[in-house]
């Protein structure tokens, strides 16, 4: 029986435990009359009764209840960036962890990876001095801005690599293949080559693709940027196979010539400084001969106007000592004849031993020379 039926004395079963069940007194309410209660109480929320209406309203309330709870909010994962749409125009930012909003469709909620990407592709150019090589590369990048990123360009990553493309087509084609790659290729003279072309390229296309990306207000920054391998096309690999033998061989010409530069010069350089000393000594011996010479002619000078005919005949026994003093001949002026002179050991054919002083033999010569020397 009902606890508000009549007759019932108007019990109220949360107040006085119930009655008239046969429960006894104190014993709680069961879950079937707590349910009941609530039930009545959204009906009379909603103004319905006890009929069909009040049960959709109940359900219109709960669907309401349910819409609030679970749409209210939204988890925003450390690796993630939120962007909340307010009718489907930008409102906000949301930061990782709970946040809360209004349900749908009043909003919703964008979420972008903020994890590093990464983007491959090679291309084929010609360079700045038309030659064709082949370019493979690397881009990592991250979405620094969830707001640019979903509104601002159509396909932002296809527009990143696009955008590396190009990057990578002006920084090569403005260079030579030298510069590119050195190691592949004869040097050219007067031509800087980079102690590392492959990182100076990577960066000068780092920073020309990030300089696009935020003209288009992409919301993507490039962490890194490099170049996987750059080499001729295999069309063209045989060429470059002979270009490389090239410089090899001058290189190892090269290496010949500068050793033998080196070992030449120095030599060179000492045979110079040698006869320039040789020159020097000659130089002063022919000077202090000349004076010694010339001192010499001012003392017979001096002796000749003092004693003409003693300094004539000193002259003359001393020009024969000389001239004969050289020969191998031994001349005999007692009457003997001309005996040849074998060297005594100890000696050479080119110094003879003196033989005795033929002086006095000279001196007795009753023939001297006048006027002459």
């Known amino acids: 029986m009902a606890w508000n039926e009549p007759g019932s004395g108007k019990r109220d079963p949360w107040r006085d435990g119930g009655g008239g069940g046969g429960n006894g ?32 309203g109940i359900a219109v309330v709960g669907v309401l209840i349910a819409w609030l709870l679970l749409d ?7 690796r993630q960036h939120g962007a909340v749409l307010r009718f489907g125009e930008y409102s906000r930012a949301m930061t990782p962890g709970l946040n809360l909003k209004w349900p749908r469709p009043i909003e919703s909620v964008e979420k972008v990876d903020a994890t590093i990407r990464s983007v491959s592709d090679q291309v084929r150019m010609l360079t700045r001095d038309e030659n064709i090589v082949q370019a ?18 159509d396909k932002p990553d296809e527009t990143l690599k696009q955008a590396a493309e190009s990057a990578v087509r002006e920084v090569i084609g403005s260079s030579n293949l030298n510069s590119i790659m050195p190691d592949q290729v004869v040097e050219v ?14 960066n000068q296309v780092k920073r020309i693709l990030q300089q696009t990306l935020d003209r288009y207000e992409a919301g993507l920054e490039v962490t890194e940027l490099n170049f996987q391998n750059v080499r001729p096309p295999q069309e063209v690999k045989d060429a470059f196979d002979d270009a490389i033998s090239a410089r090899e061989d001058r290189q190892r010409s090269s290496n010949l010539a500068d050793a033998d530069a080196k ?11 040698r006869i320039i000393a040789e020159a020097a000594g000659y130089k002063a011996e022919r000077i202090a001969k000349a004076q010694g010479d010339a001192d010499r002619f001012r003392l017979i000078a001096e002796e000749y106007r003092a004693a003409p005919e003693v300094t004539r005949r000193r002259l003359y026994i001393e020009t024969l000592q000389q ?18 002179y074998l060297p005594a050991p100890g000696t ?10 033929p002086m006095p033999a000279v001196m007795a010569t009753p023939q001297a020379p006048k006027g002459g020397r």
């Open 25 to 56: 007194g104190g014993t709680p309410p069961d879950l079937d009359a707590f349910f009941r209660r609530i039930r009545n109480f959204f009906a009379r929320l909603t103004g319905g009764g006890s009929g069909g209406g009040g049960g959709i």
């Open 263 to 273: 070992r030449l010069v120095p030599e060179a350089r000492g045979e110079a400084a």
């Open 72 to 78: 209210s909010w939204a988890l925003i994962d450390a």
């Open 348 to 357: 050479t054919a080119a110094q003879p031993q003196a033989p005795p002083d």
């Open 323 to 340: 001239v004969l003093g050289e020969s191998n001949k031994i001349i005999d002026f007692t009457g003997g004849k001309n005996v040849f």
């Open 189 to 202: 003279e007067g031509e800087p080559t980079p102690a590392n072309p492959s990182a100076e390229l990577a």
């Open 136 to 153: 493979e590369f690397n881009v990592q990048y991250e979405v620094s801005d969830a707001r640019r990123y979903l509104f601002n360009v």
